[in-house]
């Protein structure tokens, strides 16, 4: 089964940018829909961005323009360049498919925003 890899987290001021990075093990992962998704603790997991194939993407309110999802697929990779980070963008990242993740979910990476 594909597993997936994020990185790329860390503390960060509000104001400030992080560029994530997810990993998969498979080349499948260029045949599918993928996502981010993010878990403040407490709080349930959230869909962050969508990308598919073509590159079309859709952003959870939240985003407003701040974040955006991209991918390699010769790399096996997705990345989100978060841009305006705000304090209630703390949470653990997560990427897997969308609509339906097929593979365990990785470790995450966390991020944390400083106020």
């Known amino acids: 089964q594909v597993q997936l890899v994020e990185s790329g987290g860390g503390l960060v001021q509000a104001g400030g940018s992080l560029r994530l990075s997810c990993a998969a093990s498979e080349t499948i992962f260029t045949l599918i829909t993928m996502a981010w998704y993010r878990q403040a603790p407490g709080n349930q997991r959230e869909m962050v961005a969508i990308?598919?194939?073509?590159?079309?993407?859709i952003y959870g309110e939240f985003v407003k323009g701040r974040f955006t999802i991209s991918r390699d697929n010769a790399k096996n990779s997705l990345y989100l360049q978060m841009n305006s980070l705000k304090s209630e963008d703390t949470a653990i990242y997560y990427c897997?498919?969308?609509?339906?993740?097929?593979?365990?979910w990785g470790q995450g990476t966390q991020v944390t925003v400083s106020s």
């Open positions: 990308i598919n194939r073509a590159g079309d993407t």
């Open positions: 897997n498919s969308w609509p339906h993740p097929r593979t365990p």
